[in-house]
């Protein structure tokens, strides 16, 4: 069958425009001998988008933010075409979606057993992981194969649309690159995440993909985006092995996701020594009570900060992600975070390494312990969001303002590196 797998995307880098667990699906299908394509469409114009008659299926990725807009383009394309949605929202909160959006069928969980199923037989409406016509029909989530289907799995299909060079938003210059995932799953459940909705749903735990078959995956400079590249210690050290003696040697570089209290500095050396250039972590808030909403009760600022100088005193650059709006978060607060992102941009820049900063406003997801409560309260005054460019504000709360969210992020893309530029009506 031809299906067409449909991502609305926001106004941002186009490197963030490609959703991986889109290609794992797509490599897939496409060794099974479906014909498959990717399309990232801009979220202000997806309605409006126009689909080729060539297509059997339309396959949606779907997360909170673009519910409306999703509702809205399906309306149009649904009598001229089987509708199919997957992604984070219908697997941890799919009445929601229900309640929004029409389809013909929704995948709940991973899919690459259960669509196979489902395409030998289209009419069929038994398929586990599947709910049907609207949720008229709403099957069980399949036990997963959890080791074998990740080993198994064929390479993600990367079709030629994201080849080539493209402005990597955390640098400054051109470079080609690609991203990879090497494991599922993340031990962690952070309140506001949508891994909190997945470990309670699935729990299928962290599954990790073997050396071999990353370097198959591997193009030009890669970008490891698991939530925790080093969550499996074992996995880890051997991995670092495997790309030292296969990437490095061919000057490949990358970057990995790590967690404050989750690595130690013999790891970070082993990165290095693997050609690792950039270390990514979270640092969410400045103010332990945020902290602890979100989650990340273990962490203090002295943690962080202990791991910022043991990653840029080897030399290599650090990207740093916050939080702002977590209720009951006030600008007070706030400042707690602001003060801390630039004690750590001190350090970087003493150790003459660069410091990727980004500064996201908090969105309430749907399924997620701060999501539904936020909701429950009734505090969600916009539903739409552009999650990724994390410009707007959707909550109305005494404690923090949307003027004052969208101030601070001008003053972080002010003062800091790394944010991408506000559209221009946001500044009014």
């Known amino acids: 069958m031809n299906i067409l797998f449909i991502h609305p995307v926001t106004n941002t880098p186009p490197i963030q425009h490609y959703q991986l667990g889109i290609f794992s699906l797509m490599g897939v299908l496409k060794e099974q001998g479906h014909e498959v394509q990717y399309n990232p469409v801009r979220r ?3 309605s409006d988008a126009e689909i080729s008659d060539h297509w059997d299926i339309l396959a949606i990725y779907t997360i909170d933010c673009n ?3 999703i509702a809205s383009f399906v309306d149009k394309n649904k009598d001229d075409y089987y509708i199919m949605l997957g992604g984070p929202c219908p697997t941890i909160a799919p009445e929601f979606v229900t309640a929004n959006i029409y389809y013909d069928s929704m995948c709940l969980g991973e899919g690459e057993e259960a669509i196979i199923e489902l395409l030998n037989d289209i009419k069929s409406t038994t398929v586990k992981s599947f709910w049907y016509n609207c949720g008229s029909i709403k099957n069980s989530i399949r036990e997963q194969r959890i080791e074998k289907q990740i080993q198994e799995a064929p390479a993600p299909y990367r079709q030629p649309l994201i080849q080539g060079p493209m402005e990597e938003y955390c640098y400054e210059y051109k470079w080609l690159c690609t991203h990879i995932i090497a494991a599922r799953g993340c031990p962690f459940s952070c309140t506001y995440c949508s891994n909190s909705g997945y470990n309670k749903i699935l729990k299928h735990g962290v599954r990790m993909k073997s050396p071999e078959q990353l370097l198959e995956e591997e193009r030009q400079t890669p970008i490891s985006e698991d939530d925790i590249l080093n969550a499996n210690k074992k996995w880890f050290k051997a991995m670092m092995s495997v790309i030292k003696s296969n990437w490095k040697k061919r000057k490949i570089s990358f970057e990995m996701n790590t967690r404050t ?10 990165a290095i020594d693997a050609g690792c250039r950039a270390i990514r972590f979270g640092v969410e808030s400045g103010n332990k009570h945020i902290r602890e909403r979100m989650g990340r009760s273990t962490m203090t600022n002295e943690d962080i ?20 709006g977590v209720p009951p978060e006030t600008p007070e607060m706030f400042e707690e975070t602001y003060d801390l992102i630039n004690e750590i941009n001190s350090i970087a820049n003493a150790n003459n390494v660069r410091t990727t900063t980004i500064l996201n406003t908090f969105y309430p997801l749907h399924g997620t312990p701060l999501g539904d409560e936020c909701y429950a309260k009734d505090i969600v005054g916009n539903h739409i969001q552009d ?3 994390h410009v707007d504000y959707p909550l109305i709360v005494p404690t923090m303002s949307r003027e004052y969210v969208i101030s601070q992020q001008k003053r972080f893309r002010e003062d800091f590196t790394g944010m991408t530029r506000m559209e221009e009506k946001y500044y009014a």
Not at 261 to 270: A, G, P, W
Not at 305 to 324: E, F, N, P, Q, W
């Open 44 to 46: 202000i114009d997806f």
């Open 261 to 270: 209290n989750c690595i130690t500095q013999e790891e970070i050396d082993l």
């Open 387 to 389: 999650i990724g460019s």
């Open 67 to 69: 519910v409306d807009a």
């Open 305 to 324: 900060l202990h791991l910022a100088k043991m990653v840029t005193s080897r030399g290599i650059d650090i990207y740093v992600c916050s939080i702002i």
